[in-house]
């Protein structure tokens, strides 16, 4: 009999998803292995899906609805009297506060500042007076008080503006000079007044220090000791198409290639070093941070969750389950099995999209390390720097190849030609 379980907070919109099969397949896999109940709450109505229901029932999984946050508490507390709830978790941002008042009603330890993954200012001040090496230039400030000649005297161009809290990635953008400084001010303007309608008054901006050099990420436990368990990096790429700037790309990467560019114990004294600046514990971190021009690490940004995306990324790289760093007593090393890329396109506006070349999908379907293309038309409701209103994620191209020479080829070769791949109809401004 299972006495143990993990409680994962989610939305029914999230679980209709394809990335919430590669949740279920992950915790599947816990079960078998660690003999671990997941139980699914999630708002409103009951799912009617009876035959997933059915199916899942086998590894362990199950589905209860809540009306409301004191519903969801009262239930928790009552399946804690049956069952031993190892952690509590969710893989959407807003929950992540609700997550930690749930962990608090069961006495679960948690990290010493609750908004520490939602106040960006709160993690770079933190981290800052810790450990100067992971220091990077910020300022905090008002819109109607930023002065441009100290940002341009103590920070100097580019560099990032960003808001504090409450509103996630969105409206992050490099400014390169005066014009750009001025563009985000008034269009700021338009997005706080959306904001508010929304019930969301940001009222602080963080301009820090543009990082030049190239951009990952890193995923890990804390264990309720300060102590992290670590999986392996995974480089991010990003470029703009300069055609039509309503899409974009995003490739998430993990190669040899990207092992060759750390040395393990120096990534996981950095890792340490975060969490003893911060104080988190009992939690999945999704770790973003760059590597500079002088070989220098430097946080980006820090989030309380686990990320589907790296889920299914690891698994495939490295045949490892994210989800077992919860179990395990210590980090152990992982053998890179083949080489894994998916790239990711964006488009802001819907309906400017009006087809995709077929000729151009067949030659990207018929690349030897392209082995999944998914088409995707869900929405993504927020704002973010790379596109002017809500994005959408309209397509995922995966690749994998233990040669990583041609990996590499493929890859470059979707570069080049993915914008013929998208019939779009271009507005006249």
Sequence with gaps: ???????????????????????????????????????????WDLINNLC??????????????????SDLKNQIIELSKQLEIIYITTILELLVNTVNELKKELWHSLSDDSNI?????????????????????????????????????????????????????????????KEDFQKYLDEYKDFHDRLKVRWVDNKELIVEEFIDWNIYSIDYFVTNY??????????????????????????????????????????KAFVNSTVLATWIRNTFVHH????????????????????????????????????????????KPFKLKESNIAVNIYATKRWI????????????????????????????????WLTKDW??????IKLKNINYSVLREDFNYIKSIYKDLLDIDVFKK
């Excluded at 441009?148 to 400014?175: C, T």
């Excluded at 000729?359 to 704002?383: A, C, G, H, P």
Aim: net charge positive; charged share 30%.
């Design 1 to 43: 009999m299972l006495n143990k379980s993990i409680v994962h907070i989610l939305t029914k919109s999230r679980m209709q998803t394809e990335e919430f099969l590669t949740e279920i397949e992950a915790l599947s896999d816990l079960t078998l292995k660690y003999w671990i109940k997941n139980i699914f709450f999630y708002k």
């Design 52 to 69: 997933l229901i059915k199916k899942l029932d086998k590894f362990h999984v199950v589905f209860k609805n809540y009306s409301n946050k």
């Design 117 to 177: 993954f939602r106040n960006k200012f709160l993690q770079r001040d933190l981290i800052q007076k810790h450990n100067k090496e992971l220091w990077i230039k910020f300022i905090k400030w008002t819109p109607e008080n930023l002065d441009l000649k100290l940002i341009e005297k103590k920070v100097g161009y580019p560099f990032m503006l960003k808001p504090v809290d409450w509103v996630q990635s969105s409206w992050v953008a490099k400014i390169n000079d």
């Design 226 to 267: 300060w102590i992290a368990h670590i999986s392996k990096p995974v480089k991010v790429r990003l470029w703009i198409d300069v055609w039509v700037n309503d899409y974009c790309n995003i490739a998430r990467i993990i190669t040899e290639k990207t092992e060759w560019e750390f040395k393990w114990k120096r990534l």
């Design 288 to 331: 973003e941070f760059k590597i500079n021009s002088k070989w220098e690490l430097k946080t980006i940004e820090l989030n309380g969750r686990i990320w589907w995306g790296r889920l299914e990324l690891l698994k495939r790289a490295y045949d490892f389950n994210l989800y077992e760093l919860l179990i395990w007593p210590v980090s």
């Design 353 to 384: 999209l009006k087809s995709f070349n077929a000729e151009v999908f067949n030659e990207i379907k018929s690349r030897d390390s392209v082995f999944d293309i998914k088409y995707d038309l869900s929405v993504i409701w927020k704002e973010v």
């Design 391 to 396: 994005f959408i994620k309209i397509w995922v």
